[in-house]
């Protein structure tokens, strides 16, 4: 893998066992990509299922729970092709700092609470419809995705539904 790595923060459908992993694992596969072990943000985060089960953590620090997820070193490469999933040139999620320490390190050995805390990036709800996402549920979030059955794929939603406008849609309603 390339010496130039960004650490990424992974806390949904990336994750193993979910539906976009195929991606982590094609960038473990062409050496774009380390897995690095269970992580947990340092601050709380609220994280939030909106419509089609879809998971955003949004950026409102000491808001919801600390987050646990995986931590990934990604090549420049393997960082273009996540933020191409993530939608990050086109208003869906943007891939910002964030702090996390270590729950389980790659070989499995358990980690004190008291971890080191390291210097990441994940992808959050993009701040034009982030907040109200949160305060259309209720101002009520996750520790941790764990439900694979509300996700639905992006081939299997309707047709000419978009992300953008279902998001802000979801957002205002109710």
Not at 38 to 45: A, C, G, M
Not at 136 to 144: I, M, N, P
Not at 146 to 169: C, H, L, M, N, Q
Request: proline share 4%; glycine share 12%.
């Amino acid at each position: 893998m390339a010496s130039h790595q960004s650490l990424i923060f992974t806390y949904g459908t990336l994750k193993r066992g979910f539906a976009n992993h195929k991606l982590m694992q094609d960038l473990l596969c062409s050496n774009d990509a380390v897995y690095l072990g269970r992580y947990s943000t340092e601050r709380s985060y609220p994280l939030v299922c909106g419509p089609y089960g879809i998971p955003f953590l949004i950026n409102l620090p000491g808001q919801g729970h600390r987050v646990s997820g995986e931590l990934y070193a990604v090549s420049p490469r393997g960082l273009s092709r996540v933020d191409d999933l993530e939608g990050t040139t086109v208003g869906y999620y943007e891939r910002l700092p964030i702090r996390v320490h270590c729950l389980e390190q790659s070989n499995g050995a358990e980690q004190n609470g008291a971890g080191l805390v390291i210097d990441a990036e994940a992808y959050f709800a993009h701040r034009s419809y982030g907040e109200d996402l949160w305060r259309r549920l209720g101002r009520v979030g996750l520790a941790e995705y764990t439900d694979t059955r509300k996700y639905v794929k992006r081939s299997d939603r309707p047709d000419g539904w978009t992300f953008i406008e279902g998001i802000r849609a979801f957002a205002s309603s109710g």
